[in-house]
């Protein structure tokens, strides 16, 4: 006979496991970001995105200069999980089988065997993914979007997790090819690193003065925790306040004098998801209007289409996110109801 517990005693039990859960979230989030910051010194804000973006399942276009550290920044994420890791360097004569796979022909057998490409790892890193050929760069939109990859008329499903870090130089453009719109709609996240300020780069010559700290970097998380994180920060509140919040800003991208093309409803859904995962990683069961503050250039920028004159006038998208977030107040009272039905 199952004993009787009182409903409040039971919702107590249940509000302290929910509270425990949100404090693992945050531990293993934290550690994650702590071992990676090992190896990129001071840019913790930019680490922390990276991670966010992991437990949203999302993928990564890291824009900048070279030598700031994109290539380690996914490196150092893949040691801290387990991960596979595969780099694929991108060029003018990569081939999409060069990055999906391909079938050979076994004489023995009489029958095609499957060898799989560099995308079928856990973690890839798309290395100046803007100096392939556009059919070639079209080869990862399927394994980006739907995690699998068809070949030779046959589906492969990816492995859990699957993020891709892809980089490019935002300075060089000869011999380049521009992302497509649909593909830069695919990723979740546009983050830069930026230089280190002259007291970091310091402690960068002093880390590395014997060995890079990439080679005893350890593991600190397993892909089952977070395949485990990935699937509870959907569970984070978001009350119907910062959901208005959220479409009131990108509807502005949409209006804004300076925009030809706004974000499109996926936009809207990566700020949500992005807003949740790092409220799970500061420890709130819910979403403010902060965190979407905070998320909104990350998660937006990269999908606005600016007009040729505001382009003339060398606007970055960055800056119209800026405006935007000036122009749409938060409704008064928001951060009460965004706690509200925790």
Same mark, same amino acid.
């Given at each position: 006979?199952?004993?009787?517990?009182?409903?409040?005693?039971?919702?107590?039990?249940?509000?302290?496991?929910?509270?425990?859960?949100?404090?693992?979230?945050?531990?293993?989030?934290?550690?994650?970001?702590?071992?990676?910051?090992?190896?990129?010194?001071?840019?913790?804000?930019?680490?922390?995105?990276?991670?966010?973006?992991?437990?949203?399942?999302?993928?990564?276009?890291?824009?900048?200069?070279?030598?700031?550290?994109?290539?380690?920044?996914?490196?150092?994420?893949?040691?801290?999980?387990?991960?596979?890791?595969?780099?694929?360097?991108?060029?003018?004569?990569?081939?999409?089988?060069?990055?999906?796979?391909?079938?050979?022909?076994?004489?023995?057998?009489?029958?095609?065997?499957?060898?799989?490409?560099?995308?079928?790892?856990?973690?890839?890193?798309?290395?100046?993914?803007?100096?392939?050929?556009?059919?070639?760069?079209?080869?990862?939109?399927?394994?980006?979007?739907?995690?699998?990859?068809?070949?030779?008329?046959?589906?492969?499903?990816?492995?859990?997790?699957?993020?891709?870090?892809?980089?490019?130089?935002?300075?060089?453009?000869?011999?380049?090819?521009?992302?497509?719109?649909?593909?830069?709609?695919?990723?979740?996240?546009?983050?830069?690193?930026?230089?280190?300020?002259?007291?970091?780069?310091?402690?960068?010559?002093?880390?590395?003065?014997?060995?890079?700290?990439?080679?005893?970097?350890?593991?600190?998380?397993?892909?089952?925790?977070?395949?485990?994180?990935?699937?509870?920060?959907?569970?984070?509140?978001?009350?119907?306040?910062?959901?208005?919040?959220?479409?009131?800003?990108?509807?502005?991208?949409?209006?804004?004098? /300076? &925009?030809? @093309?706004? *974000?499109? +409803?996926?936009? #809207?859904?990566? %700020?949500?998801?992005?807003?949740? !995962?790092?409220?799970?990683?500061?420890?709130?069961?819910?979403?403010?209007?902060? /965190? &979407?503050? @905070?998320? *909104?250039? +990350?998660?937006? #920028?990269?999908? %606005?289409?600016?007009?040729?004159? !505001?382009?003339?006038?060398?606007?970055?998208?960055?800056?119209?996110?800026?405006?935007?977030?000036?122009?749409?107040?938060?409704?008064?009272?928001?951060?009460?109801?965004?706690?509200?039905?925790?």
């Amino acid at each position: 006979m199952v004993p009787y517990v009182h409903p409040r005693v039971l919702y107590r039990r249940i509000e302290r496991r929910g509270v425990a859960e949100l404090q693992d979230i945050g531990q293993s989030a934290g550690r994650v970001v702590a071992n990676v910051e090992k190896v990129i010194v001071g840019k913790h804000r930019e680490v922390e995105l990276a991670v966010t973006s992991l437990l949203c399942k999302g993928h990564i276009l890291i824009e900048d200069v070279p030598g700031v550290g994109k290539t380690m920044l996914s490196k150092a994420l893949a040691r801290s999980l387990g991960c596979t890791f595969k780099r694929i360097q991108f060029t003018p004569d990569l081939l999409p089988s060069d990055v999906t796979g391909v079938s050979i022909y076994n004489q023995q057998t009489q029958t095609f065997e499957f060898r799989p490409g560099p995308i079928t790892a856990q973690i890839v890193l798309a290395d100046e993914i803007n100096r392939a050929t556009p059919k070639t760069q079209s080869a990862l939109l399927e394994a980006m979007d739907e995690r699998q990859i068809t070949v030779d008329g046959v589906t492969y499903p990816l492995p859990e997790p699957f993020i891709v870090l892809a980089t490019q130089n935002p300075i060089e453009y000869e011999g380049t090819f521009p992302l497509p719109e649909a593909q830069l709609d695919r990723f979740f996240m546009r983050i830069q690193l930026g230089y280190p300020s002259e007291r970091e780069e310091v402690e960068i010559l002093d880390a590395q003065a014997h060995q890079h700290p990439i080679e005893t970097l350890g593991q600190v998380a397993d892909t089952e925790t977070i395949v485990d994180l990935q699937r509870r920060v959907s569970d984070i509140h978001v009350a119907p306040a910062v959901k208005d919040y959220v479409v009131r800003i990108v509807a502005a991208t949409r209006s804004h004098p /300076d &925009v030809y @093309l706004g *974000a499109s +409803p996926r936009g #809207s859904l990566a %700020l949500v998801r992005a807003a949740q !995962a790092f409220a799970a990683i500061q420890g709130r069961d819910f979403v403010v209007p902060d /965190d &979407v503050k @905070l998320l *909104a250039a +990350p998660t937006l #920028s990269h999908r %606005l289409i600016l007009q040729p004159a !505001a382009r003339l006038r060398d606007l970055t998208t960055a800056t119209v996110v800026s405006e935007v977030l000036q122009s749409v107040p938060v409704e008064p009272g928001a951060f009460v109801r965004a706690t509200a039905g925790r």
